[in-house]
Structures are given as C-alpha cells and as structure tokens.
C-alpha cells in the first residue's frame, strides 16, 4: 500500500485522482486543496465539476480509498507520492506578462511540501509547466539540511474535459519523465508501476524530463494549430462558396492528415490552449527564437480573429446594428459535456455583443454559474436562463457556440414561432441541420459555408 497525495482538486486532480483510486485499490489516495468550498463539494452530491461519469465513479470509492481533505501539510507528512496540479496561470505581472507561466502557485507548494516532510517522496509534476521547471523544483525540495531527497517526475496530463474519465481509462499514451540518474529512474518506475495497473505497458512512454515538459506543450500547440488551420481555411470558405466541411472531410481522408480534430469552430476555449501556447512562445523568446515565437502566436492571433470575425458576421446580417436587440446564446461552456467556461469563445462572443449593446440571454445546461462568475460585472447586463425554449422567446437571433448534442434535437419550428421576424441562427459549431432551418424560415450563418437567407 502507498499513500498517494495530490494538491489541487480542480478539472486534472479531482478526475485523474478518481480514477488511479479506482484502479489502484491496494492503494490509498488523498486530494487535498487550499479552497474549503471546492473540498466540501468533492464531499458532497454536487461535484464542483461536470463530468460525464465522474459523479458514479467517485461515490463509489470516496471514503474508502478516496479522499478530500483540506488538510495540506498533514497529508503532505504522510504521502510516499506528491502528485501536483495547482493552477499555473498566465503571469499577469512583470516579465513575461501576458505569455510566461505565473509559477507562485507551484513553488509555494514545493516549499510546502518541503517544510512538512520528514521522509523522501517522489514529486509528480503534474500541472502543464514551461521547460525545465522540474529542475527549479529539485533545486528547491534538495536544498534542506536534513539529508531528505526528492525526486521530481513530470507526468504530464493529457485528459481532455467532457472526456475526462474515459480519457483517463483508455490513454493514448501516458508520458513520464525523469532524470537519467538511478534515483530518477528507480522513481520512474514507481510512477510506471501505477499506471500500468491499467494502461498497457506499450502505451507508457518514458523520456527525459525536459523532453516530457515540452510534449505537452507541443502536443497543445498541435492540437490548436489544426483548429486554427481549418478556421483560417473556413474564413475563405465563406468568400469563396466553398463548404468548409467538405473541405475538411475531403482533407481529413488523406491517413497522413486524418480526420479528428478538423471542426471548424468560432474559436477554441478553455484553460490549456492559450495558455500554453503562449508558454511556449515566451520560451521561444527567451532563446532568442523569434521567428519560431512568431509562428505560434499566430495560432492565438488566429483563434482571437475567429471570435472578431464570428461577432462581426452577425452585424453585418442583422443590418449593422444589434442595439437594444435581445440575442440568445446557445452554450456558454468551452465545449461540451463541461461546466468549465474558462477561455470560453462564448464569452468573448457575450463581451463583443454587450459592447453593441445587444440584450443578451445565455442559456447552457452546465455552465450557467461559471458563466456568470466569468462575467463579473457585465453579468448584470445578462440574463441567464436554463431553459433553452424561454431563451429563445422574443430574440432577434440565437448564436449557438457550444456543441452540447441538445442543442440539434430541439423544436426550432416553436422556436422560430416565438421569435422576432426575420429571426436569424449563427452556427458557430455547425451542428445544426441548416437547411431544416432555412425552409423553416430562419435565415442562417453557419461557420464556412454560404449563408442561407430569404432575402
Ligand atoms: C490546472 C491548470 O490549469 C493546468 O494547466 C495544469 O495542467 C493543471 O492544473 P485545473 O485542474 O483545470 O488545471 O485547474 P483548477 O481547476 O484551477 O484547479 C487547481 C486547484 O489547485 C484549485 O482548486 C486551487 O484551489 C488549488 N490550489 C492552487 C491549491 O490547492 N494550492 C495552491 O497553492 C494553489
Ligand atoms: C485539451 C487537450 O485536448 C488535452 O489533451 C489537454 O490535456 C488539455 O487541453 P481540453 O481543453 O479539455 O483539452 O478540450 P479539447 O477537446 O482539446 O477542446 C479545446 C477547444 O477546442 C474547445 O473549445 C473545443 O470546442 C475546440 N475544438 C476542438 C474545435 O473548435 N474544433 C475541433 O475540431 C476540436
């Protein structure tokens, strides 16, 4: 039996930590978070987060050899294995404000870990970090005067939201990496020996540990650089009388391309993306790799035209003008299948609106609250409305901009009876059947393709 503890139960350690607890019960497994709240939620029936098959999963094992506590410092005493994922927000101060990782977070919890050890543990670096974080770590844990030692792991995450625990089951690959020295590689094998009581020893890959913290950067960078790709192509799609999708499918057939990750979109969202690109492109400049910082940002620049692009759509259709017109928007979670809103296109979608002074309606199964949150004082100037039907009465036009799957199965003949002539839908993930909604008599904007209108 191992004591494994993980600081930070937000959308990585609360999953992640569920699952290791579930598929390692020999061993016992402890989440642990400064915030009282989001403890008291893990202990309750409402999980602080959305996630499809997380609520079965962690009542079945809490209490037995799942736990959360907010009792850091005794439980840091206690573990054989410290896996960290606290926050490392974009710096908002200083050098490298607006692209280097903020790392306060992660270097007051080595310190923490350091004060409250009296035994040597195995450090898993598990929150996204730049490059060569793991060695700060070392130099920090290694620097006490009672002869202790720890070892720092990275074990990057690669789960998504909405998928989180099926992810988490089924990896692709699980990557870790450590330092090249018996002690690194005899930790390394720990971490090995968790993860391969369920995940195929193949699908376990071992690297360096520089090597393993920049994967997961690039891995993001990769992922969103092919949205950006098929947004900027989906842009001329709409110029052109080309079908994005078309396009999409008929380059996605190529094996060497492949078909995943090649929706079109309004933009993409949520907490890793963004942030890690930029990462990487503060790296980049801070080795003097100008033209290779160039060429990442622009999959930011790309994302932030795509959400510009989308709003002024939407004016120029509705006659240049949205003031004081009530517009309904369909999700407001960065995807579906999550109640998580950060990063969320949606809400850079609301902001640009609400500085057209439009009246706006969100309406979102999960994510209302976090919304609302997001939104701080322009919250005010918002309706939040769980009922997608209520949303819609009386709007000039809905804009959908999250792939909930309920969105396509609702009654648009009643919604279009209840809306304000010409009623317009913008399909900002194309999930909608457009033609349906045209004969109805919606005029629609869907992303990348020619527009479908009556007049
Ligand atoms: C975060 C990062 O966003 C991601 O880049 C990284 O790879 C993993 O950690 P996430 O779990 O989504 O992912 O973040 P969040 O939901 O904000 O959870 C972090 C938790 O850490 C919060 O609940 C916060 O209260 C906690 N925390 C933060 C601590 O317990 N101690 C601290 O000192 C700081
Ligand atoms: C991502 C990575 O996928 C995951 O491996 C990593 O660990 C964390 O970051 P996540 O942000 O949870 O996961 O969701 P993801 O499914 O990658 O979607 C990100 C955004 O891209 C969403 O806003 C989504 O709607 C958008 N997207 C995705 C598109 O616009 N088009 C696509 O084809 C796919």
Redesign the pocket.
Known sequence: MANILC???????GPTMAVIAQKCPQHRVVV????EV?IAAWQSDHLPIYEPGLDDMVRAIRNKNLFFSTE?DRHIAEADFIFV????PTKTFGQGAGKAADLQ?WE??ARQILRNSTTPKIVVE???LPVRTAEAMEHILNSNSDGLYFDVVSNP?FLAEGTAVRDMENPDRVLIGARDTPSGQRAMQAIVDIYSQWVPRERIITTNLWSSELSKLAANAFLAQRISSINAISALCEKTGANVNEVAHAIGMDSRIGPRFLNASVGFGG??FK?DILNLVYLCEYYGLSEVADYWEQVVKMNEYQEAHFVSNMLSAMFNTVAGKRITLFGVAFKANTSDTRESPALAVCRALLEERAEIVITDSHALDNARADLGADARRVTFEPDPYAAAAGAYAIALLTEWSYFSELDYQAIYKSMVKPAFVFDGRNILDHRSLFKMGFNVYAIGKPPLVHF
Not at 7 to 13: K, L, P
Not at 32 to 35: L, Q
């Open positions: 600081i930070g139960a937000g959308y990585v350690g642990v978070d400064i915030n989001r850091v994922s606290v926050n490392t977070y007051k919890t598990k929150s996204t995450e907490s890793c942030k």
